[in-house]
Protein backbone atom coordinates (compact mmCIF):
# COMPACT_ATOMS: atom_id res chain seq x y z
CA UNK A 1 0.00 0.00 0.00
CA UNK A 2 1.23 3.75 -0.56
CA UNK A 3 -0.88 5.41 0.70
CA UNK A 4 -0.73 5.96 4.65
CA UNK A 5 -4.07 7.27 5.97
CA UNK A 6 -5.95 4.27 4.32
CA UNK A 7 -9.44 3.73 6.12
CA UNK A 8 -10.21 0.13 7.37
CA UNK A 9 -12.27 -0.63 4.39
CA UNK A 10 -10.05 0.44 1.85
CA UNK A 11 -7.28 -1.30 3.86
CA UNK A 12 -9.23 -4.90 3.98
CA UNK A 13 -10.25 -4.65 0.27
CA UNK A 14 -7.02 -3.90 -0.77
CA UNK A 15 -5.32 -6.63 0.82
CA UNK A 16 -8.33 -8.89 -0.65
CA UNK A 17 -7.42 -7.00 -3.81
CA UNK A 18 -3.66 -7.97 -3.82
CA UNK A 19 -4.45 -11.57 -3.55
CA UNK A 20 -6.76 -11.76 -7.25
CA UNK A 21 -4.89 -12.76 -10.76
CA UNK A 22 -3.27 -10.47 -12.89
CA UNK A 23 -6.32 -10.32 -15.14
CA UNK A 24 -8.92 -9.66 -12.77
CA UNK A 25 -6.97 -7.01 -11.25
CA UNK A 26 -7.62 -5.62 -14.88
CA UNK A 27 -10.98 -6.53 -15.04
CA UNK A 28 -11.88 -4.76 -11.61
CA UNK A 29 -10.30 -1.43 -12.53
CA UNK A 30 -12.21 -1.67 -15.94
CA UNK A 31 -15.41 -2.37 -13.85
CA UNK A 32 -14.74 0.60 -11.81
CA UNK A 33 -14.00 2.94 -14.18
CA UNK A 34 -16.95 2.18 -15.58
CA UNK A 35 -19.41 2.50 -13.21
CA UNK A 36 -22.12 5.37 -12.71
CA UNK A 37 -21.89 4.99 -8.73
CA UNK A 38 -18.11 5.67 -8.75
CA UNK A 39 -17.18 9.71 -9.29
CA UNK A 40 -13.99 9.03 -10.67
CA UNK A 41 -13.91 8.65 -14.49
CA UNK A 42 -11.09 8.43 -16.93
CA UNK A 43 -11.50 7.59 -20.89
CA UNK A 44 -8.30 7.47 -21.28
CA UNK A 45 -7.49 5.14 -18.24
CA UNK A 46 -10.39 3.19 -19.00
CA UNK A 47 -8.89 2.71 -22.46
CA UNK A 48 -5.39 1.87 -21.66
CA UNK A 49 -6.69 -0.95 -18.71
CA UNK A 50 -8.65 -2.44 -22.07
CA UNK A 51 -5.82 -2.28 -24.17
CA UNK A 52 -3.92 -4.50 -21.65
CA UNK A 53 -6.54 -6.54 -21.21
CA UNK A 54 -6.76 -7.30 -25.09
CA UNK A 55 -2.99 -8.36 -24.64
CA UNK A 56 -3.11 -10.26 -21.36
CA UNK A 57 -6.61 -11.81 -22.41
CA UNK A 58 -7.79 -14.09 -25.48
CA UNK A 59 -11.43 -14.31 -24.30
CA UNK A 60 -11.39 -10.76 -24.40
CA UNK A 61 -9.81 -10.33 -27.41
CA UNK A 62 -12.89 -12.05 -29.04
CA UNK A 63 -15.51 -10.97 -27.55
CA UNK A 64 -14.08 -7.01 -26.46
CA UNK A 65 -16.39 -7.35 -23.28
CA UNK A 66 -16.64 -8.43 -19.75
CA UNK A 67 -19.42 -10.52 -18.55
CA UNK A 68 -19.31 -9.58 -15.09
CA UNK A 69 -21.93 -12.38 -13.82
CA UNK A 70 -18.68 -14.92 -14.64
CA UNK A 71 -16.49 -13.10 -12.18
CA UNK A 72 -19.44 -12.66 -8.97
CA UNK A 73 -16.08 -12.31 -6.91
CA UNK A 74 -15.31 -9.39 -8.67
CA UNK A 75 -18.71 -7.88 -8.54
CA UNK A 76 -18.51 -8.37 -4.49
CA UNK A 77 -15.88 -5.99 -4.36
CA UNK A 78 -17.08 -3.64 -7.15
CA UNK A 79 -19.95 -3.24 -4.82
CA UNK A 80 -17.47 -2.43 -1.34
CA UNK A 81 -16.40 0.54 -3.19
CA UNK A 82 -19.87 2.06 -4.11
CA UNK A 83 -20.35 2.01 -0.21
CA UNK A 84 -17.57 3.76 0.31
CA UNK A 85 -17.08 7.84 0.36
CA UNK A 86 -15.53 9.46 -2.47
CA UNK A 87 -12.35 9.58 -0.91
CA UNK A 88 -12.08 6.53 0.12
CA UNK A 89 -13.15 5.44 -3.26
CA UNK A 90 -10.32 7.72 -4.49
CA UNK A 91 -7.63 6.27 -2.62
CA UNK A 92 -8.55 2.67 -3.16
CA UNK A 93 -8.16 3.12 -7.06
CA UNK A 94 -4.76 4.85 -6.40
CA UNK A 95 -4.24 1.62 -4.90
CA UNK A 96 -4.77 -0.23 -7.44
CA UNK A 97 -3.23 1.44 -10.39
CA UNK A 98 -0.58 1.47 -8.22
CA UNK A 99 -0.68 -2.16 -7.78
CA UNK A 100 -1.12 -2.67 -11.92
CA UNK A 101 1.68 -0.76 -12.41
CA UNK A 102 4.15 -2.31 -9.93
CA UNK A 103 3.33 -5.53 -11.48
CA UNK A 104 3.53 -4.73 -15.24
CA UNK A 105 6.69 -2.41 -14.53
CA UNK A 106 8.04 -5.67 -13.01
CA UNK A 107 7.10 -7.99 -15.32
CA UNK A 108 5.06 -10.32 -13.33
CA UNK A 109 2.11 -10.87 -15.02
CA UNK A 110 0.66 -13.99 -14.40
Not at 26 to 43: G, T
Not at 55 to 61: E, P, S
Not at 77 to 100: C, G, H, N, P, R
Amino acid sequence: MILKNNSEKVIKLVKYYETLEFTDKLRLAINIFESDYIKIKSDKMLDLLKQILRIVDTNYNKYGMINFLEYRHLLLISAQVMEMTEKEQSMFVYEILYDLYKIISTNKID
